[in-house]
């Protein structure tokens, strides 16, 4: 397990204070779970309600929590978007916001878990979604959420943020590592 916390933007910080802290654990068969743990004033946040899961579009434009997979050394890369409604995003990179054709054979599973104060997103993302032919390779990885309040504006959350403006597709904020067996 290798644990995290996420830093807010300078540019985009919220009027409430927020904690957001992240787990990566590496399951059996090459599937990962990555556990999301925001604490504060959920209250103030615009958290979209629960739907079925679904493949869904545009969910950074409200509160939701992003993965970047990147094998080193390469340019393509997978992303996934988790929202707290239980819907999901999944694209392929080829490069830097060059995106390619791709849909992953198995859907990640999503669960929730919130209070008044804290929300726990968990995210378990199948070995076959993930970037492919990384057996003893090392695997990026950009961990980052997204936070909307109730009056709309918008906080970015990451491990590192590279550039003067939000970026999560700038490969310098990939900063964790897993060598992959």
């Not at 916390?5 to 957001?20: D, E, G, I």
């Not at 950074?60 to 239980?86: D, I, L, Q």
């Not at 090392?138 to 990451?158: I, M, P």
Request: glycine share 6%; net charge neutral.
């Amino acid at each position: 397990m290798i644990k995290s916390t996420l830093f807010c933007h300078a540019a985009t910080l919220p009027s409430a204070s927020y904690m957001l802290k992240t787990e990566v654990h590496i399951l059996q068969g090459g599937e990962m779970s990555i556990h999301y743990f925001l604490t504060g004033s959920l209250g103030q946040l615009f958290i979209p309600t629960p739907k079925p899961p679904a493949a869904t579009d545009y969910l950074w434009e409200h509160t939701c929590f992003e993965a970047f997979f990147a094998v080193m050394g390469e340019k393509r890369y997978h992303e996934f978007n988790f929202s707290p409604s239980g819907q999901w995003a999944a694209f392929a990179f080829s490069d830097t916001r060059q995106r390619v054709q791709w849909t992953t054979e198995q859907a990640p599973v999503i669960t929730v878990n919130r209070t008044p104060e804290s929300m726990l997103l968990k995210a378990r993302i199948p070995a076959v979604a993930l970037p492919p032919n990384t057996a003893g390779k090392s695997l990026q990885l950009g961990l980052s959420g997204v936070l909307e309040t109730q009056d709309g504006h918008r906080s970015y959350w990451a491990l590192h943020h590279p550039a003067p403006h939000p970026d999560f597709h700038d490969r310098t904020g990939f900063t964790l590592t897993l060598n992959q067996p």
